[in-house]
C-alpha cells in the first residue's frame, strides 16, 4: 500500500512491476501526462497482483465496473505493469469536442451498441490482441447494479475474443472508485478529498480450458463468460476481505421482473 509522498507512492508502485516502459505515442504520452500526476496528487494507491499481468503478448483483462472513476484506477494501474491499455468504452465518449479525440488518437477502442458498428468493437479488438496489444473489457456492459457493487453477470466479448485468439484473460478487480464518484443510485458528488485509496488486484489467467477447442455457440461463451465473470468477483472478494454472493445480479432479469411487476400494478 502506497500512502506516503507522491515519490513514495510511485516507487513503492513501481517497485512491484520493473522494467522498461512500452512504447506510448504522442496522444497514450498526453494521457499518461495528465492522468497520472492526477491519480498521485489526488488518490493513493493499492497494487496488487501486477505479476500476473504478462509484460508481452496479446491479452485480455476484464474488470468489475463500480464507478464512472475506476476506468482512472484501471488504467493507471495496467500502466504501472508497464502495458498500455487500450479498453472498450461508450462510443458517446468519443463524440466529446477535445477528450474524444485524445481518447480516440490514445488507441482506445469504440462500442457502439444496438448499432451497424457494433461488430466493429469486436473486430478492433481481436486485432489488438493479434498485435499484441493488452485489451481491456467491462463485461457488465455498464455499472453493477448490484446493491452491494458486486459484478453482475457478463456480456460475452470477452469471452469470444479470447477463444478466437487463444489469448489469456486477466481477471481484475478494483475497489474505492465509488468513493470519488458514487454509482448509480446515490448522491452523485465528485469526492477528491480527502485522498482514498484506489485497491486493485490481478488475478492468475481464468483457466478456460474446457472451453478451447471446441465450436463456440451461444451456450459455450455464456459458460465460459460466468467462469471469468466469478475470477473476478473473487478478485473483488479478496479486496474486500469478504465472500462474493454465489449467484451473481442479472440485470437482464431484473429489469424483466421489474417490468412484470410494473404491468401487474397497473
Known amino acids: 500500500m502506497t500512502d506516503g509522498s507522491d515519490e513514495q507512492q510511485e516507487a513503492a508502485v513501481d517497485s512491484r512491476h520493473t522494467g522498461p516502459r512500452p512504447r506510448r505515442g504522442f496522444w497514450f504520452g498526453l494521457v499518461v501526462a495528465i492522468v497520472k500526476p492526477f491519480m498521485l496528487v489526488f488518490t493513493k494507491s493499492d497494487f496488487r497482483g501486477q505479476q500476473n499481468v504478462p509484460r508481452t503478448g ?26 498500455i491499455p487500450r479498453l472498450l468504452g461508450k462510443a458517446s465518449l468519443f463524440r466529446l469536442p ?25 473486430r478492433d479488438a481481436v486485432a489488438a490482441v493479434q498485435r499484441g496489444e493488452c485489451v481491456g ?87 465460459a463468460t460466468d467462469t471469468i465473470m466469478k475470477a473476478v468477483a473473487a478478485e473483488l472478494g479478496e479486496l474486500r476481505g469478504e465472500t462474493p454472493p454465489k449467484e451473481l445480479f442479472d440485470l437482464r432479469r431484473a429489469k424483466a421482473d421489474q417490468q412484470r411487476e410494473d404491468e401487474e400494478n397497473r
Open 58 to 83: 496479446g491479452l485480455v483483462f476484464v474488470a468489475n465496473h463500480i464507478s464512472h472513476f475506476d476506468p482512472f484506477v484501471i488504467g493507471f494501474y495496467i500502466w504501472e505493469c508497464r502495458r
Open 98 to 122: 477535445i477528450a474524444g479525440r485524445i481518447i480516440a488518437s490514445a488507441g482506445q477502442i469504440p462500442v457502439y451498441r444496438e448499432s451497424a458498428q457494433a461488430a466493429d468493437a469486436f
Open 137 to 223: 473489457v467491462y463485461p457488465e456492459g455498464t455499472i453493477t447494479r448490484d446493491p452491494d457493487l458486486w459484478p453482475m453477470s457478463g456480456k460475452t466479448g470477452a469471452a469470444r475474443i479470447a477463444l478466437m485468439t487463444g489469448c489469456p484473460v486477466i481477471p481484475i478487480a478494483n475497489w474505492g472508485a465509488q468513493e470519488v464518484f458514487p454509482s448509480y443510485g446515490r448522491r452523485f458528488r465528485i469526492r477528491l478529498l480527502p485522498r482514498r485509496t484506489m485497491q486493485a488486484t490481478a488475478g492468475a489467467p481464468v483457466d478456460l480450458d474446457a472451453f478451447r477447442g471446441r465450436p463456440i455457440t451461444a451456450e459455450l461463451l455464456q459458460e
